[in-house]
C-alpha cells in the first residue's frame, strides 16, 4: 500500500510570490491535513480536509489555503510568501471517520520550501 | 489552549541505555495522547498511542502512560539501539478533524 505522497519535495521561491504544494493521501484515507514545521515554532496544525470539506483550522493567516478534490489529494496554496513561511510543510491522511479521533495520521516525508 | 511540553534535547546515550523522555500536557476534557517518531529526512510516524486515563501505550520496547492525576505521559524504553536515534514529538488531540497539538520535539542520539 502506497504511502502519502508530496510533491515536489524541495521548493525555492522569491518573496511575494506564490506556492502550491500537493498530497496524494493513502488510498481509502479520506481525512488530509497540513502542518508546519519550524525550528522556532515545532509543528503547527494548519487546516484539514475531509470529503473536500474544510473540516478544522489552525490559527494561521488567510494566506494560507487549501483544498482537497474529489480523489482526495488535496494542495495548498501560500500566497505573498514571506522569509517566515520557510518551513518543512507536511501532509497526513487518514480514514477520517469523524467518531474516531484516535484514528492515527500517517505522515507523509514533506515538502521543504525556502523563501529567499 | 491546548499545549504539550516535552524535555528539550538533545538526549545522548550509549546503546543498551534505558530512555525516558518527559512528556506533560495542558487540556481541558479527555484528550488522547500520542507519541510520534521522525527519523531524519522523513515524515512522522506513530510510535504508540493511549486514549484514557491508566492506558498504556506501547510498541517496538517503548511505553508510555496516561497519567491524569499528573497530567504526563512520560516514554521510556528499556535497551535502546543506534536505530532509536531520532526527534520523538508528545502530542494530544481532542475532536475530530485530526488537529494534533504537538510537544516542541525531543532528539535522541544513541550512540554505539
Known amino acids: 500500500k502506497a504511502g502519502v505522497t508530496q510533491t515536489p519535495r524541495y521548493l525555492i521561491k522569491t518573496r511575494g510570490q506564490q506556492v502550491t504544494l500537493s498530497c496524494s493521501p493513502i488510498s481509502g484515507h479520506r481525512s488530509v491535513s497540513w502542518y508546519q514545521q519550524t525550528p522556532g515554532q515545532g509543528l503547527q496544525f494548519l487546516f484539514e480536509y475531509f470529503s473536500e470539506t474544510q473540516r478544522n483550522k489552525g490559527n494561521f493567516p488567510g494566506r494560507f489555503s487549501g483544498r482537497q478534490f474529489s480523489n482526495s489529494r488535496s494542495e495548498m496554496n501560500v500566497s505573498t510568501l514571506e522569509l517566515g513561511d520557510s518551513a518543512l510543510y507536511l501532509c497526513a491522511s487518514s480514514r477520517g471517520d469523524s467518531a474516531d479521533y484516535n484514528s492515527p495520521l500517517h505522515f507523509g516525508n514533506g515538502t521543504r520550501l525556502t523563501v529567499t | ?112
Not at chain 2, 18 to 29: E, H, V
Request: charged share 20%; hydrophobic share 35%.
Open chain 2, 1 to 112: 489552549g491546548d499545549s504539550v511540553t516535552q524535555m528539550e534535547g538533545p538526549v545522548t546515550l550509549s546503546e543498551e541505555a534505558f530512555l525516558t523522555i518527559n512528556c506533560t500536557y495542558t487540556a481541558t476534557g479527555y484528550p488522547s495522547l500520542f507519541w510520534y517518531v521522525q527519523y531524519p529526512g522523513e515524515g512522522l510516524q506513530l510510535l504508540l498511542k493511549a486514549t484514557k486515563a491508566d492506558d498504556k501505550g506501547s510498541n517496538k520496547g517503548f511505553e508510555a502512560t496516561y497519567r491524569k492525576e499528573t497530567t504526563s505521559f512520560h516514554l521510556e524504553k528499556g535497551s535502546v539501539q543506534v536505530s532509536d536515534s531520532a526527534v520523538y514529538f508528545c502530542a494530544l488531540s481532542k475532536a475530530a478533524g485530526n488537529k494534533l497539538t504537538f510537544g516542541g520535539g525531543t532528539r535522541v542520539l544513541v550512540k554505539p
